[in-house]
């Protein structure tokens, strides 16, 4: 029997164990992992991180001529924006902004930048300030370094389209090479 990890739910499954010898509770998956990156997500130091990535993420998005002008940039991708649902989501636009760091430097030294409104504003200097931050981009590549096999692992048990279990496995035997 596989439920949530909540008291209530640990409680039952003992019980039906003491009844019934034969069946066995275990803790969902994807829930140990999303409690896993909530725990990671709670730390000071990777929410303090995760705040001044989502101030770069809205001023870009909260001004279109920015966005459009980065959209002009060879190979751009839209910056994963992150869900309220997940802790993953947090992560993963960390990745996201790592792979843009280049062109988010980029815009804010260019003229174009410079000579806009919004360089100087209070939002728009706190913003060049961050993404000109090379701390900044060490903290971020640091974090998605440590938490991508979190999350990879959770996208595969949190997976509908096929059972995950022979994965689960592979992945806890599995030894990189040395």
């Known amino acids: 029997m ?16 003491e009844k ?3 069946i066995y ?20 130091h990777v929410s303090s991180l995760a705040s ?3 101030h770069v993420q809205s001023i870009l998005y909260n001004h279109g001529v920015i966005l459009s002008w980065l959209r002009k940039s060879d190979g751009w991708k839209e910056i994963v924006c992150p869900g309220i649902t997940r802790f993953a989501t947090t992560f993963i636009t960390l990745q ?7 062109n988010l430097t980029s815009l804010v030294s260019s003229k174009f930048f410079m000579e806009h409104k919004l360089s100087e504003t209070t939002q728009g200097r ?4 961050i993404v000109l931050d090379c701390k900044f981009w060490d903290e971020c590549l640091m974090i998605v370094k440590v938490v991508t096999p979190i999350v990879k692992f959770l996208r595969i048990v949190d997976s509908d389209e096929k059972p995950s279990l022979g994965y689960i496995y592979e992945g806890c035997l599995y030894k990189r090479p040395s």
């Open 2 to 17: 596989v439920t949530d990890n909540a008291a209530a739910y640990k409680l039952a499954g003992s019980k039906l164990h």
């Open 20 to 22: 019934y010898s034969n």
């Open 25 to 44: 509770w275990s803790p969902c998956a994807p829930h140990c992992m999303n409690l896993i990156l909530k725990d990671i997500c709670s730390m000071s």
């Open 52 to 54: 001044r990535a989502s």
């Open 96 to 102: 996201s902004l790592c792979e843009h760091r280049y």
């Open 126 to 129: 706190l913003a060049s300030t």
